[in-house]
């Protein structure tokens, strides 16, 4: 167990919906790194969050979207979901002072 | 050109064999080195973290990094059926963390009992 918590494991939507993934990363983590694994790219990093504010930015499209609140956990919302946004959906989160990224057990995303 | 190869596999060896497992990078920028192991739909977990070309141990676990290459490995010693995962490489540019990682596609691997 990474000590990072992702919520839901597993969601079901429909074309065109929004949904909301959340993360809490491990206690006395700072940092949250959203990434996507699909079967085709792999695992793509698409975004950072530190103490509250975006520090990184990679392959994300402009229908998603994230923040971390006051609490350090993290939500990534997805909007006007495409077929091709299913995938497996991860956080892991990095000590301050160090450069290993411990992940969470992700959330499987189905778009129907 | 992927910024990160890796043989995608599978690779399938009997229990016991030492198994090697290789990523080749072609941004000379990358500084810091990590291996992680993902069961079936599970989330990856970290095996190994480099920063320094050369050898770095941890129990059957040696990750090896040729920077003058830009060559990276991981042997596993006495593999156990356990060990039966995909293995993905991952590097990043900067230390301070101001940027994700980039992943290699990962190698499936096989430990036949």
């Known amino acids: 167990d990474s000590g990072v918590t992702q919520t839901p494991k597993h969601l079901i939507t429909a074309t065109g919906q929004r949904v909301t993934l959340r993360c809490s990363p491990r206690?006395?983590?700072?940092?949250v790194y959203w990434y996507q694994q699909s079967l085709d790219q792999g695992l793509q990093f698409l975004i950072q969050?530190?103490?509250?504010?975006?520090?990184a930015k990679g392959n994300i499209l402009e229908r998603f979207s994230a923040q971390q609140f006051p609490d350090l956990h993290s939500e990534l919302n997805l909007s006007s979901l495409e077929l091709g946004d299913s995938a497996l959906y991860f956080c892991?989160?990095?000590?301050?002072?160090?450069?290993?990224?411990?992940f969470g057990p992700g959330t499987r995303l189905t778009v129907l | 050109q992927k910024e990160v190869e890796q043989d995608p596999g599978p690779l399938s060896v009997p229990e016991g064999a030492i198994v090697s497992l290789n990523c080749t990078y072609s941004?000379?920028?990358?500084?810091?080195f990590m291996w992680y192991r993902q069961y079936s739909r599970k989330g990856p977990e970290l095996l190994m973290y480099?920063?320094?070309?050369g050898n770095k141990e941890d129990g059957r676990f040696t990750a090896q990094v040729d920077k003058s290459s830009k060559y990276i490995s991981l042997f596993i010693r006495d593999s156990q059926p356990s060990d039966s995962a995909t293995y993905l490489c991952?590097?990043?540019?900067?230390?301070?963390?101001?940027?994700?990682?980039?992943f290699g596609k990962g190698t499936h691997l096989i430990i036949q009992p």
């Open positions: 892991a989160s990095r000590a301050t002072g160090g450069n290993e990224q411990f």
């Open positions: 206690s006395g983590d700072l940092s």
């Open positions: 991952a590097m990043i540019e900067s230390g301070g963390g101001a940027d994700g990682l980039t």
């Open positions: 480099t920063y320094s070309s």
């Open positions: 941004n000379s920028a990358f500084q810091y």
């Open positions: 969050y530190y103490n509250g504010e975006e520090r």
